[in-house]
């Protein structure tokens, strides 16, 4: 249900997506739920100021999921570290060799498009 607020073409169409929803909780007895999305469901729809085309890249958080699942891949390898130290080494050079790689210099978000709203 979540999904479907933030797939709307317009702020004012996921608000009334947002308050459907809403109703839909309480009418399923989920009235803190309901509540916890009428009080925060407006501030996420901040995306929806900027350009269309890079609605998808601010409200996800995929290049930051990449990483974390990069990382988990390298610690699972390893199993149980000696102590804390090593593993922050682990994940440093692993970060270290992925910001000098071509996935770490791509932008995500195309900035001259920002330019164009002033």
């Known amino acids: 249900m979540l999904k479907a607020i933030h797939a709307q073409e317009d702020k004012e169409a996921a608000r009334q997506k947002a308050e459907q929803v809403s109703a839909k909780l309480k009418a399923l007895h989920l009235e803190k739920a309901a509540r916890i999305l009428q009080a925060g469901a407006e501030e996420t729809f901040s995306f ?3 350009p269309s085309n890079h609605w ?3 409200r996800t958080n995929n290049p930051l999921e990449r990483l ?3 990382i988990r891949r390298r610690t699972r390898v390893v199993g149980n570290f000696p102590d804390g130290q090593s593993a922050l080494m682990l994940v440093a050079a692993r970060l270290r060799y992925l910001s000098g790689k071509k996935w770490g210099l791509e932008r ?5 498009t920002f330019g164009e709203l002033d």
């Not at 995500?108 to 001259?112: L, V």
Request: hydrophobic content about 30%; charged content about 35%; cysteine-free.
């Open 108 to 112: 995500y978000i195309n900035m001259k």
């Open 48 to 50: 929806y100021e900027f």
């Open 56 to 58: 998808r890249h601010i």
């Open 68 to 70: 974390n699942r990069e």
